[in-house]
């Protein structure tokens, strides 16, 4: 464990840790990533295992049970988990199961179903699944399902202002609740300008663009959004301006724009968004970078909770170019890390306490690590995602698969039994790409959703996923 931190602090420059960290392997210098890719690859088989023998083609496996829960819908199971985790299989070489997941879609994939669901949950995880799993294989069909899932939800953007509801019915297209948030209203554009461009159909990219200006034209004087707004009338129904929840894949999608798109707007709102933020929101405590919550309008000083949420957000700066200052506020999550095992759902870093002590298997600090790593390959970057992966494989581990925490600071730790369906898009495959250098993915030119969809990067298998 010394060991440990020493080879972090000395490859990271600096980060301070404190109390106990789980016994994790001790350097970085003599990993061998390709055997770490190995299990992380052995540990997605095993829980996929369990999927398809208690859980298959439904939405959530509840992994201590054995149960399933259901997400977007509360009455029907769509297969949620099987479409989150199509791609990720894929770039594994874990073939024969992507097979058994792809028949599963020829027969069993009907959206016309008269319930409600989240218009963006349903957008990055069920559209966006489905366009990374055609990525994969090129089969028709899930093109055509992804369409017709876009096609569901693009009623709910049918709004004065374009801003979308946040709920919409997907057999009637009726709507429900514009009070909504900028995560909520700008986390469409990659995905559904992918759709625009492979269906020959420009209403989809058309759609996601006119509610991302919209919400950015109405910052305010100070370049600052807000936490919630009238999808309606327009009218913010908010003041807190943050990185973190609500707010965070807005940012993503602006910058991801320009790069998986070229487009020239997003790049600009980007810049005005980021100047802003950096200027008013930054915070330096204590050797460390954090990003305060402020009022949208006067940049006063709000709250100094962080959402394990916003832990992104350091890999996004870097991928915009701020690489110094988007590392320094990964190394100030990576500390959390330290001292916890696993991050808080909720942190205060003024008080260096928890303020929620939960955590939903989530895969922020890897997924920064991860696009921390694209740009520079330092192998410390490779060493935050082995200590986030080892960390969960110690405490998230259940019988059925992998569970939520119900408080990271009881040890062991208490787990809960539910297993988010981003758990099998999201960190299994940064820690796969990370560690494996796998010749099925394009390690210069690449584009990852928010969700970990890949939507530009596959390469044709080739027989062989690990060197
Ligand atoms: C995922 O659905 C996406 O990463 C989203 O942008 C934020 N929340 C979860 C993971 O925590």
Not at 29 to 48: P, Y
Not at 188 to 217: C, I, M, N, Q
């Amino acid at each position: 464990m010394t060991d440990l931190r020493l080879g972090r602090r000395a490859l990271l420059g600096g980060a301070v840790a404190i109390g106990a960290a789980p016994a994790l392997a001790r350097t970085g210098d003599d990993t061998d990533w390709h055997a770490l890719a190995k299990d992380v690859r052995a540990e997605m088989q095993w829980a996929w295992s369990h999927y398809r023998a208690h859980a298959f083609g439904l939405d959530q496996i509840r992994p201590i049970s054995g149960g399933a829960d259901r997400f977007p819908l509360k009455t029907q199971h769509v297969g949620l988990t099987l479409i989150e985790a199509m791609d990720t299989l894929w770039v594994m070489g874990l073939d024969a199961e992507f097979a058994a997941a792809l028949a599963w879609t020829r027969t069993h994939l009907d959206f016309a179903i008269d319930g409600e669901v989240s218009v963006f949950e349903t957008s990055i995880r069920i559209v966006g699944g489905l366009l990374s799993a055609h990525h994969a294989c090129g089969a028709p069909h899930l093109l055509a399902k992804a369409r017709d899932m876009a096609d569901r939800l693009l009623p709910a953007f049918a709004t004065p202002t374009g801003l979308p509801y946040r709920f919409v019915n997907l057999k009637t297209g009726a709507v429900r609740d514009p009070a909504t948030n900028p995560a909520e209203i700008g986390t469409f554009l990659p995905e559904w300008g992918t759709l625009s461009r492979l269906a020959g159909d420009p209403r989809y990219h058309d759609t996601a663009k006119r509610a991302v200006v919209a919400l950015f034209e109405r910052r305010s004087k100070i370049d600052l959004l807000a936490d919630t707004i009238d999808a309606v009338s327009g009218r913010w129904l908010g003041r807190r301006a943050s990185v973190g929840s609500g707010a965070d894949s807005y940012y993503e999608y602006l910058w991801d724009g320009w790069q998986l798109l070229g487009d020239a707007d997003c790049k600009r709102m980007y810049d005005v968004c980021t100047r802003a933020i950096l200027h008013y929101q930054q915070d330096r405590r204590g050797g460390q970078l954090w990003f305060a919550d402020v009022d949208f309008e006067t940049g006063a000083r709000l709250s100094t909770e962080q959402d394990e949420l916003a832990a992104f957000y350091g890999g996004l700066l870097a991928q915009g170019g701020a690489r110094a200052t988007g590392a320094a506020y990964t190394r100030a999550w990576v500390s959390v890390q330290d001292r916890f095992g696993i991050l808080p759902e909720g942190y205060d870093y003024a008080t260096g306490a928890p303020t929620q002590v939960t955590n939903a298997l989530r895969p922020e600090l890897a997924d920064a690590a991860f696009n921390h790593w694209l740009l520079d390959h330092d192998v410390a970057w490779r060493i935050v995602g082995r200590d986030h992966f080892l960390a969960m494989k110690r405490w998230n581990r259940a019988p059925f698969g992998y569970a939520d925490i119900a408080d990271v600071t009881t040890r062991p730790m208490r787990q809960a039994d539910h297993c988010p369906a981003y758990w099998w898009s999201e960190q299994m495959k940064y820690y796969y790409l990370l560690f494996s250098d796998t010749p099925r993915f394009d390690y210069q030119t690449n584009y990852l959703s928010t969700e970990g969809n890949v939507l530009l990067g596959f390469r044709p298998a080739d027989g062989s996923s690990l060197n």
